[in-house]
């Protein structure tokens, strides 16, 4: 496997800069950084962004989550091992992911939900963090990065 070019974010210094800083500001916002990790998985699994899976996976590793979570978020809903709000979280994740999918992208009851469980700050946490993981992999995915080849 080989990419297409190097990620635009790599070749445009600037834009690399602007994403990372935005990525570093909705950690400590409510949302835990095992419930963070599992989202940007999700979202990336979603996308079929192979280096952001894999980072994601290192990433959810590192936060202390399961071997038994990381293999089962693609599939949530039928696995034992998530909380409601992590349930939450990853409904959302998968809403905000998949826009286009539904007349109504994010639904009340998705919304709601996560609002149950999330204050504002943790909302916006959590949107900020699913948008910076589709950003990443909206430039990998087009560009055929490697998973792995990053470090």
């Known amino acids: 496997m080989q990419a297409r070019i190097k990620n635009p974010a790599m070749i445009i210094p600037e834009a690399m800069q602007a994403i990372q800083a935005l990525g570093g500001s909705f950690h400590n916002k409510g949302v835990p950084e095992e ?17 952001c899976v894999q980072a994601g996976a290192a990433g959810a ?16 809903r039928d696995a034992p091992y998530f909380t409601d709000a992590e349930r939450a979280a990853l409904a959302l994740a998968e809403a905000v992911t998949r826009l286009a999918d539904r007349p109504d992208p994010v639904p009340d009851e998705i919304w709601d939900e ?21 950003v990443f992999n909206r430039l990998n995915a087009p560009t055929r990065q490697v998973a792995g080849a990053w470090g």
């Open 35 to 51: 419930t963070l990790a599992l989202v940007h998985l999700r979202a990336s699994q979603i996308n079929g962004c192979s280096p």
């Open 61 to 76: 590793r590192k936060a202390g989550e399961s071997e038994d979570r990381i293999a089962t978020v693609a599939a949530w």
């Open 114 to 134: 996560a609002a149950r469980h999330y204050d504002e700050e943790g909302l916006a946490a959590l949107l900020l963090s699913i948008a910076t993981t589709n």
